[in-house]
């Protein structure tokens, strides 16, 4: 079963950026699709953005032209780059891994990320 360990949450003011690391125990080429999820405070989980099939990326309309996901799979790890964030952007923010001919989905603890003046 792979770790996966999130950074770089933290407090920021609206405006401002973050950059979320997702580092997996292994090599990340054997996902087929890699993901960052959040949840706000009595919420549902979200998907807000995710890598597919190597390139192919995918983002809610919340947050699309203001983040970014990629990946370095020489470093086996996945970013979401956060610009422009919002107070309604404050959540616990999850990564995902998804091996769909293993059928597994593998999830980290997640970082929190609160938006506040």
């Known amino acids: 079963q792979v770790q996966l360990v999130e950074s770089g949450g933290g407090l920021v003011q609206p405006g401002g950026s973050l950059r979320l690391s997702c580092t997996a125990s292994?090599?990340?080429?054997?996902?087929?699709?890699m993901a960052w999820y959040r949840q706000a405070p009595g919420k549902q989980r979200e998907m807000v953005a995710g890598?597919?099939?190597?390139?192919?990326?995918d983002y809610a309309d919340s947050v699309k032209d203001r983040f970014t996901i990629s990946r370095d799979n020489a470093r086996n790890t996945v970013y979401l780059q956060m610009n422009g964030l919002k107070p309604e952007d404050t959540a616990v923010y999850y990564c995902?891994?998804?091996?769909?001919?293993?059928?597994?989905?593998?999830w980290g603890r997640g970082t929190q990320v609160t938006v506040s003046s």
């Open positions: 890598i597919r099939d190597g390139s192919l990326t």
């Open positions: 292994t090599t990340i080429d054997s996902f087929n699709l």
């Open positions: 995902n891994a998804v091996n769909s001919q293993r059928r597994t989905s593998s």
